[in-house]
């Protein structure tokens, strides 16, 4: 077997010198010189695929993180933003902001009151539920709860709109605007606004308020219930120092509308006539 | 983006195809025993190595010529089959055999081809890469991208197979 293999040939008609004539003709023919389509190869294309998922990546990140500070009932907190600009927040209020988008548009989410300190420089806006106030650098307190929307500006000028009725009014140094049910805005000029701010002072100033209101306003100051706030519609004046207790407080306003009151719990107070 | 390097020579190009053109026009006969596919299979595999211009690394460059000249059977091996169906046979001529012996190498000749075409495909590869062509087991398993253990028992199956059919030894 071995010898007769050694006798055995493939029958080929076409021999190999043959063969490597036909190719030699088209190798001559053909550039020695190719250019590579490296955009045809997988890996760069998973290269590209995954480069481009990576800086969305990041460009989500840097777009879409946000933070977001609160003031819990009881306790005020102040908010430093990326450009130095400077947010005291009363009470009961929180404040979000994208950190890294910051330097393309200064914009922040907003409920609740709080003092703004702008620092100039590009727009400045503050989205709240009712209304958007825009400035550009400049001092104003907003005051954004439940249904009431109202901006003072204490200094430069500030932009304040409805977001239903895109009704908007400037306001300048000592104007308030007030947002009425109607998407309207009440302008008053030459307001004291000593007592539109004093809250960042850690004063509480109440001029001829709704009792209930200002039991509102003592609940989110201290942290407390005060049960059966709802009936008091008259109106109270009064000027209190915050470090004062909570119940010490509540002693001034209850003694002089004659109302009387007990503690319930640590943090809740019962009122009665 | 563009990249530029350099590329097989014409001169490697004609040393790999001197040294493995044999091999490889021999392995497309032992699949098929057709003469003429594997001539035309084997050239088209030589062309189309020169037109991917790869870099000469001859161990990678072979390696690839056999996955291609494997490829390339199976997929005209299929529209064949369609289209034909399939001749299963393999042919040899003699060559420098005494004359007073002619008729005796004749005789085992022709059982010779009838039993290689009895074998299993993969049996026949590597016996006749293997008896006629004189590679290693390790260059065989290397250019069929299988495990030398397994040419080894392809190799034994063939055999054993082989001395069965023919009454040698």
């Known amino acids: 077997m071995e010898k007769l293999q050694e006798q055995l040939d493939i029958p080929f008609s076409k021999s190999k010198a043959d063969v490597w004539k036909g190719i030699e003709a088209r190798v001559d023919a053909a550039p020695l010189v190719r250019k590579i389509n490296l955009s045809a190869s997988p890996v760069f294309r998973f290269a590209m695929a995954a480069s481009i998922v990576f800086v969305l990546g990041v460009a989500g990140v840097i777009r879409f993180y946000s933070v977001t500070r609160q003031a819990f009932p009881g306790h005020h907190q102040l908010v430093d933003l990326p450009d130095g600009s400077t947010v005291h927040l009363n009470a009961a209020s929180s404040l979000s902001y994208h950190p890294y988008w910051w330097r393309f548009s200064r914009d922040v989410s907003f409920e609740g009151e709080g003092y703004f300190e702008v620092e100039k420089g590009s727009r400045f806006q503050v989205n709240s539920e009712r209304g958007t106030t825009t400035v550009m650098g400049t001092s104003f307190d907003i005051y954004s709860r439940d249904a009431e929307y109202r901006v003072a500006c204490l200094t430069g000028k500030v932009r304040v709109a409805d977001r239903a009725s895109k009704a908007e009014v400037i306001i300048t140094p000592n104007q308030k605007a007030i947002l009425t049910e109607q998407g309207t805005f009440n302008v008053q000029k030459n307001v004291d606004l000593t007592n539109e701010t004093a809250w960042v002072h850690k004063k509480l100033i109440f001029t001829s308020k709704p009792l209930n209101r200002v039991f509102e306003e003592i609940e989110r100051q201290y942290g407390v219930k005060i049960l059966g706030k709802e009936k008091y519609k008259r109106n109270y004046t009064g000027n209190f120092d915050r470090d004062l207790g909570a119940d010490e407080v509540l002693g001034f306003v209850c003694k002089t509308m004659g109302i009387k009151f007990e503690q319930k719990s640590t943090n809740v107070y019962q009122l009665r006539n | ?169």
């Not at chain 2, 699949?31 to 790869?54: M, P």
């Not at chain 2, 089959?81 to 005494?98: A, I, R």
């Not at chain 2, 392809?154 to 082989?162: P, Q």
């Open chain 2, 1 to 169: 983006m563009e990249l530029t390097f350099r590329p097989l020579t014409k001169h490697e190009f004609k040393q790999l195809f001197d040294r493995h053109f044999d091999a490889i026009r021999n392995y497309i006969y032992y699949r098929s025993g057709d003469a003429e596919l594997s001539t035309d299979i084997a050239q088209d595999v030589f062309l189309r190595l020169w037109e991917k211009q790869t870099e000469y690394r001859e161990r990678e460059n072979v390696g690839l010529l056999y996955k291609m000249a494997a490829d390339e059977f199976i997929s005209r091996y299929r529209r064949q089959q369609v289209e034909l169906g399939y001749l299963k046979s393999l042919s040899f001529k003699l060559h420098d055999v005494p004359p007073d012996e002619e008729l005796q190498y004749k005789e085992l000749q022709q059982k010779y081809e009838a039993a290689l075409a009895d074998l299993s495909d993969k049996q026949r590869v590597v016996f006749l890469m293997s008896r006629s062509d004189g590679l290693k087991y390790h260059e065989i398993a290397e250019r069929l991208g299988v495990s030398v253990k397994a040419v080894e028992k392809r190799m034994k199956y063939a055999l054993d197979f082989l001395k069965l059919k023919l009454n040698v030894r």
